[in-house]
């Protein structure tokens, strides 16, 4: 699960991880407050979407004075967010973040990551801040310092001290970076982070270390004991399909394509979303109902997939194993009258009880085309969508 | 032969008076399987399936000589379950149940290492040795007993492979899901290590999925060592990035994890890699035949 920067700050804040003064605003009333109470004259004004590159597409701006603070945010808020990281649609910007400006000298790189390798989580910090991290593991890697943290152990201040040394910290910076590095190692501990990363952490004119911006996932399988993470969850970031998928507890992802796919398993979902795209068509999404699916969680599938206006096929996978092949069929049959199926559609069983599955499907009545391989199901939907 | 479980394997089934933990253990038993006991704690004396439970994996290893255990108890309580199992000497331990967090899963390997357990999992269908021995969820009639040993990184698309194996006249030796979560018990390269002193074992099909680098390193490690051929298919070739597919593992991020860098990295090991799904059972018996 993501948080916005601002739910990511006070996290910050109560690791005692120095970040700016802010406030956060949605009109640009409480904007121009906001910047009144925080004082100075100059201040940030940032976008709050879960997506990277922000400056890049207009969330971001520096501005002179608290009327000039409002007027950024009526910009930014209600605007539609493209950056890389948001798809060519965007994201519709309902928050702003207002905060006091920073006294930047040198901008730093500092991030916990999930250490899949190691097993453990590792401490990442580079002095090349501000940049895409990628690139610079990529052409430059010796300016990229890490530190394991094995699990029961504490982040050492050797440890962090080599990691500030790399980046070139020193004097008063260097005690409170330890500090600093051990609340960030730390919070993805306690609050089971998958991710915490700080880019820029800023090196002030004054020599100390402020955290500019945060960005925090955190380990979905570990919400449910940590209420306080859960509670920060944005519904409004998460595409209205996914959400309803989410509640029927059903894994959907949408894509860009016109072929909806229902799967069991998240590994066969995949392979037959390759399948679809080398036969020439384009995937609608991802849906996998479960290794062991019910009936009504097909039927839920269904309406899932139905509710993308730009599906035009459907192809369901199902490999029956423990879910025998009789009862999908019938689920399909059921849940196909029921959401007035007008649609092709193509399904593709195999596995357990697959002889009465398919008869089932046979003797339903409804215009079903039925494959026996993947890639004769693959093959019929490319069909189908050419003659439709 | 066969690797880590075979016709004399013991097994004792952790949480098996759950609803999960009862149907998988039935249809390990109907497959043939030794299930010798079950354990829930606080419900020892009792019966299930035939079986006795105990109330420890302690207790269990020493009434039952128990060797293997496999795992149903739910997520918040499994890292626990684990942990109890190695501590009790179990050699092989099968972690079936999904979402345990990554941060238990560290603790647990932590945990195990010094005591030399053996780890399958967690979020992993399992292992089976088709015709002795099934510790797992998986449907034991599509597998036959044979040539071709198959590591996987996902449950439905391993059923998938060995069907179209079984139905191209192919049987496996022993296939195991290794689980589609980020930190885990054995990974591929502990697995090929095993298949290649197997002497039942001639081909080797390795199934992977998008993120992490477990198929490069992998491909590595058979481009340095591997005498037997490695079949591959990687799943995800048209996964978008930052989405997460399904397994808690399954992400494209920071531009790694690809499925298209890991099947380079596999071709240029040697490892033929099927790119179409469909065609992987006929590919590897035509290569085999050949």
């Known amino acids: 699960m993501n948080v916005h920067e601002y739910q990511a700050k006070a996290l910050f804040k109560q690791y005692g991880i120095p970040v700016p003064d802010g406030r956060l605003a949605t009109t640009q009333a409480e904007a121009l407050e906001a910047a009144r109470e925080l004082g100075g004259d100059a201040f940030v004004v940032k976008a709050q979407v879960h997506a990277g590159g922000r400056g890049k597409g207009g969330g971001v701006k520096v501005v002179k004075g608290a009327e000039a603070a409002g007027a950024a945010a009526k910009e930014i808020l209600g605007m539609t967010l493209v950056t890389h990281q948001t798809g060519p649609e965007g994201k519709l910007v309902r928050r702003a973040w207002v905060e006091k400006a920073t006294d930047i000298a040198r901008e730093l790189y500092l991030a916990v990551v999930l250490d899949r390798g190691n097993e453990c989580y590792t401490l990442m910090a580079s002095p090349a801040g501000g940049m895409d991290i990628e690139a610079v593991a990529a052409e430059t890697p010796e300016l990229i310092f890490t530190a394991q943290i094995k699990p029961g152990q504490p982040l050492w201040d050797f440890q962090a001290r080599n990691l500030l040394f790399g980046c070139g910290v020193a004097g008063a910076g260097l005690r409170q970076g330890v500090g600093l590095l051990q609340g960030l190692a730390r919070l993805a501990w306690e609050k089971d982070a998958s991710l915490v990363e700080v880019n820029p952490l800023v090196v002030t004119a004054e020599g100390s270390l402020i955290a500019l911006d945060a960005k925090i996932n955190f380990d979905d399988s570990a919400l449910k004991r940590h209420p306080d993470i859960a509670a920060l969850e944005d519904p409004e970031e998460t595409d209205p399909l996914e959400r309803r998928a989410q509640g029927y507890g059903l894994n959907y992802i949408r894509l860009g394509g016109n072929v909806g796919t229902m799967v069991n398993g998240a590994g066969l979902a995949m392979a037959t979303m390759d399948v679809i795209k080398m036969a020439g068509a384009e995937p609608a999404n991802f849906l996998d109902v479960g290794g062991g699916a019910s009936e009504e969680m097909v039927a839920n599938g269904f309406e899932i997939i139905l509710g993308d206006p730009n599906v035009k096929a459907i192809l369901i996978n199902i490999f029956g194993g423990i879910l025998r092949c009789d009862v999908l069929a019938s689920g399909v049959v059921g849940a196909a009258k029921k959401v007035k199926l007008n649609v092709p559609l193509v399904v593709r069983l195999e596995g357990t009880n697959v002889d009465e599955g398919r008869k089932i499907l046979a003797n339903s009545g409804l215009a079903f085309e039925v494959a026996s391989s993947m890639s004769e199901a693959a093959t019929k939907i490319a069909q189908v969508l050419k003659a439709a | ?290």
């Open chain 2, 1 to 290: 032969m066969s690797i880590l479980v075979n016709k004399n394997s013991r097994i004792v089934v952790q949480g098996l008076t759950g609803k999960e933990g009862m149907f998988h253990a039935e249809k390990m038993i109907e497959y043939g399987s030794k299930v010798v006991g079950g354990v829930t704690p606080g419900k020892a004396g009792q019966e299930v399936l035939g079986v006795p439970i105990f109330n420890t994996v302690g207790d269990a290893v020493k009434e039952t000589g128990a060797d293997v255990s496999v795992i149903f108890v739910p997520a918040a309580f499994a890292a626990d379950a684990i942990c109890e199992a190695s501590e009790a000497g179990v050699k092989l331990v099968v972690a079936i149940t999904e979402h345990i967090p990554a941060r238990d899963m560290m603790l647990v390997k932590n945990f195990i290492a010094p005591r030399g357990t053996l780890l399958i999992g967690p979020n992993c269908p399992g292992i089976i040795t088709p015709g002795e021995c099934k510790v797992g969820i998986m449907p034991g009639y599509i597998h036959t007993p044979g040539k071709v040993g198959l590591i996987s990184r996902s449950g439905t698309l391993t059923y998938e492979v060995v069907a179209q194996l079984t139905a191209a006249g192919l049987g496996q030796s022993t296939c195991i899901g290794i689980g589609g979560d980020p930190i885990k018990g054995l990974d591929f390269i502990d697995l090929l290590k095993m298949f290649a002193k197997d002497p039942q074992t001639e081909a080797v099909a390795m199934i992977g999925e998008i993120g992490g680098d477990a198929e490069e390193k992998a491909a590595a490690y058979i481009k340095a060592n591997y005498q037997k051929p490695v079949f591959g298919f990687v799943a995800g070739l048209t996964a978008p990035p930052g989405k997460r597919m399904g397994h808690a593992g399954a992400i494209i991020s920071g531009g790694k994890g690809k499925a298209s860098d890991k099947i380079e990295a596999m071709e240029a090991a040697g490892i033929t890699v099927i790119r179409a799904l469909g065609e992987f059972g006929s590919s590897v018996a035509n290569a085999l035949k050949a």
